[in-house]
């Protein structure tokens, strides 16, 4: 269960993304922010290496939809992928594969794009672009928390989708899992030292699962040298 926002101020020229969902550390691998380019979340099952290449196109002057049309041919993997971005011209566009777990979408205007995915229906979409547009004189990132607020109120999980997990999981495609994203409460580590290693087990398994729904022998890695740090929103 996934939903986020991605969004454009244009009277501060700032870029925004707020993410809501279950996989752990999400901030190292799908929102991505490039200050006077735009602002791209990638999402569903996840191929961190799509928000830098919507985002490389953006700066080439490319509309977010050639953008993002041009980052997952690439992909074999695109029919289970979800990514959507804004540019500063306020300019949208998303892409929801075919594959990804109902209900997917996205609803958008203008400075503002909404996906989501593995929900029942499209109300947790647009209850969260309402949120955001309940006071268009707000800053920026209240206006983001109010969407997320908005996406909560209309929320609705259509089904439990964990299943068993294989023991012998094929090969990894690609693993970003940064612990340092994780929050480590003081007093949950001094009651378990173990808390980030059983964390961490959780979200190996995740990626394993991952992997064997979907093979994407040829992910992009030989784009990886204009992968930047400093382009990840945290």
């Not at 503002?112 to 990132?141: E, F, H, I, K, Q």
């Not at 994780?182 to 991952?210: C, F, H, K, M, Y």
């Amino acid at each position: 269960m996934t939903w986020s926002i991605v969004a454009f101020d244009a009277k501060t020229g700032a870029f925004g993304v707020t993410v809501f969902t279950q996989a752990f550390a999400c901030g190292g691998f799908m929102p991505w922010v490039r200050a006077h380019v735009g602002a791209v979340c990638s999402q569903s099952l996840t191929n961190p290496y799509l928000g830098p290449a919507v985002l490389d196109g953006l700066a080439r002057g490319l509309s977010p939809r050639l953008a993002i049309d041009a980052a997952v041919a690439g992909d074999e993997g695109r029919a289970v992928r979800q990514l959507h971005a804004v540019d500063r011209h306020g300019r949208f566009a998303a892409w929801t594969g075919r594959h990804c777990v109902e209900w997917a979408g996205s609803v958008g205007e203008d400075g503002v794009s909404v996906a989501g995915n593995m929900l029942s229906n499209d109300r947790v979409a647009r209850a969260t672009l309402d949120g955001y547009n309940a006071d268009r004189d707000a800053p920026l990132p209240e206006r983001m928390m109010a969407a997320l607020d908005g996406g909560e109120i209309g929320r609705e999980l259509v089904r439990d989708l964990i299943g068993p997990l294989a023991s012998e999981p094929q090969r990894m495609t690609f693993d970003l899992l940064d612990l340092r994203k994780l929050r480590v409460i003081p007093e949950q580590w001094r009651r378990d030292n173990g808390w980030l290693s059983t964390l961490r087990t959780i979200s190996r398994r995740r990626l394993d699962a991952d992997t064997l729904f979907v093979d994407t022998a040829k992910h992009l890695l030989e784009a990886a040298p204009w992968l930047s740090n400093s382009e990840r929103a945290a």
